[in-house]
C-alpha cells in the first residue's frame, strides 16, 4: 500500500517566521500532488497543484516544490501570519487503482502572534 | 455560486439504523467523491463517480452505496450504520473527468456519530 508521510505532525512557530513543511511518499509513478488546508470543522482548500512534470507552483506567500525522483514535495511559507494556522495535507494522484487522491495524515501549523 | 454543500453537518445514529448523507455542486463538475476521515488517518476514498449514471469504489467502500443520478447530486447511503462509521465524512468535485486533471473543491463535511 502506498504511503504518504507528513513531518512534522504538528509545529508551532512565532509569527513573521518562514517555515518549510514536507511531504514523502512512495508511489514512483505520480501524477499530480496537491497541498490543502484545512481548518478546524471546515473542508479542505486547494493551495497548489503541481504537475509531475513540473519542478515547483507559487501563489503569493506560498511555494510549493516536487521532487518526483526521491519522492519529496515542500510547502514553503514566507512571513508567517496567525492567519495561517490551520492543518496542511499533502496528496497525490497516481491513476493507478481507484480513481482518487492519496493524503498523508497532516501537519497542524500554529502561528503564534 | 454555492460549490459543494453537504447536509446535515451532524448526525447521530444507532447501531443499525441507515441514512443518507446529502452531497451537492452547482460547478457542472463530472468528477465526484466521497472521503472518510478520521484521527491520525489521512483521508480515505470510499466512492467516486466520473460522470452521471457512473459510480465505483474506492479504497473502503464496504458499508456504504452511492449512485449518481444527475450530474449535481451524489448522495451516500449507510445501509446499516456500525460504530466503525463514526468518521467526517467529506465530498469533492472537480471539472476534470478524473481524480487527478484539476484541483478538486471539497464540501464542508458531515460529522457523524454512530452510538
Known amino acids: 500500500k502506498q504511503e504518504v508521510t507528513q513531518i512534522p505532525a504538528a509545529l508551532s512557530v512565532p509569527e513573521g517566521e518562514n517555515l518549510v513543511l514536507n511531504c514523502s511518499f512512495t508511489d514512483s509513478a505520480i501524477y499530480n500532488l496537491q497541498w490543502f488546508r484545512q481548518d478546524p470543522g471546515k473542508g479542505l482548500t486547494s493551495l497548489l497543484l503541481i504537475q509531475s512534470s513540473q519542478r515547483e507552483q507559487t501563489s503569493g506567500r506560498l511555494n510549493a516544490s516536487l521532487d518526483k525522483s526521491s519522492g519529496r514535495s515542500t510547502l514553503y511559507i514566507a512571513a508567517s501570519q496567525p492567519g495561517d494556522s490551520a492543518t496542511y495535507l499533502c496528496a497525490y494522484y497516481s491513476g493507478g487503482g481507484a480513481d482518487g487522491l492519496t493524503f498523508g495524515k497532516g501537519t497542524h501549523l500554529i502561528i503564534q502572534p | 455560486n454555492a460549490g459543494v454543500t453537504q447536509t446535515p453537518k451532524f448526525q447521530v445514529l444507532k447501531t443499525g439504523q441507515s441514512m443518507t448523507l446529502q452531497c451537492a455542486q452547482d460547478m457542472n463538475h463530472e468528477y465526484m467523491s466521497w472521503y472518510r476521515q478520521d484521527p491520525g488517518m489521512g483521508l480515505r476514498l470510499i466512492h467516486y463517480s466520473v460522470g452521471a449514471g457512473i459510480t465505483d469504489q474506492g479504497e473502503v467502500p464496504n458499508g456504504y452505496n452511492v449512485s449518481r443520478s444527475t450530474t449535481e447530486d451524489f448522495p451516500l447511503r449507510l445501509l446499516s450504520a456500525a460504530p466503525s462509521q463514526t468518521s467526517v465524512y467529506f465530498c469533492?468535485?472537480?471539472?476534470?473527468?478524473?481524480?487527478?486533471?484539476?484541483?478538486?473543491?471539497f464540501g464542508p463535511g458531515t460529522r457523524l456519530l454512530v452510538l
Open positions: 469533492a468535485s472537480s471539472p476534470s473527468e478524473f481524480a487527478g486533471g484539476e484541483t478538486q473543491y
